[in-house]
T-cell receptor, first 117, second 110 residues
Framework: KAGVTQTPRYLIKTRGQQVTLSCSPI?????VSWYQQTPGQGLQFLFE???????NKGNFPGRFSGRQFSNSRSEMNVSTLELGDSALYLC????????????????FGPGTRLLVL | AQRVTQPEKLLSVFKGAPVELKCNYS??????LFWYVQYSRQRLQLLLR??SRESIKGFTADLNKGETSFHLKKPFAQEEDSAMYYC????????????FGQGTRLTINP
């Protein structure tokens, strides 16, 4: 089975711009979660989508949004970029929702490294 | 607040020595806990989960409810164990989301 793929792998943007990141989960996986990884804050949960619905959201401002399509592919959007948004954005997919007890193992993608100048 | 804490940011041991990566949690109820690992230039991946009680790559972790800990142990460290290790909780305050500790960078010296 192909693993989780994320595009693009690297991105450079300037402050005020917006960006859209894409994640293709493992075939058959219905849950997609997004995380932000920075040296200072570590791995922080952004949101989870399951069956095209956002099920959970982390403590991030409304500039961070996402969606999931019927084929379980997901996109994450960040509007009005700030310098502090520079990070590695990880996507993970699983058969079931995290915390459901079965099929919850998350498989991570390679990440999209975003640099905001 | 429910959280998971990894008190050591860096840990360095010699090859062949025992290694223990600490993880403490604050959680009301029966927690489920995971250890994830990220090797250099590789993806973050699940190492083990306490519910399966298995040993992966020689690592084990026991849930100690009295001490609220889920330390990761290996009796004889190998150079290929050098990586970033994260302890994680899949539920926090009733919400189903994976919450990670800050991580511990383990370096195995030859």
């Amino acid at each position: 089975k192909a693993g989780v793929t994320q595009t693009p792998r690297y991105l450079i943007k300037t402050r005020g711009q917006q960006v859209t990141l894409s994640c293709s989960p493992i075939s058959g996986h219905r849950s997609v979660s997004w995380y932000q990884q920075t040296p200072g804050q570590g791995l922080q949960f952004l949101f989870e989508y399951f069956s095209e619905t956002q099920r959970n959201k982390g403590n991030f401002p409304g500039r961070f949004s996402g969606r999931q399509f019927s084929n379980s592919r997901s996109e994450m959007n960040v509007s009005t970029l700030e310098l502090g948004d520079s990070a590695l954005y990880l996507c993970a997919s699983s058969l079931a929702r995290v915390g459901s007890g079965s099929g919850e193992t998350q498989y991570f993608g390679p990440g999209t490294r975003l640099l905001v100048l | 607040a429910q959280r998971v804490t990894q008190p050591e940011k860096l840990l360095s041991v010699f090859k062949g020595a025992p290694v223990e990566l600490k993880c403490n949690y604050s959680y009301s109820g029966s927690p489920e806990l995971f250890w994830y690992v990220q090797y250099s230039r590789q993806r973050l991946q699940l190492l083990l989960r306490h519910i399966s009680r298995e040993s992966i790559k020689g690592f084990t972790a026991d849930l100690n409810k009295g001490e609220t800990s889920f330390h990761l142990k290996k009796p004889f460290a190998q150079e290929e164990d050098s990586a970033m290790y994260y302890c994680a909780l899949p539920r926090i305050q009733g919400a189903q989301k994976l919450v990670f500790g800050q991580g511990t960078r383990l370096t195995i010296n030859p």
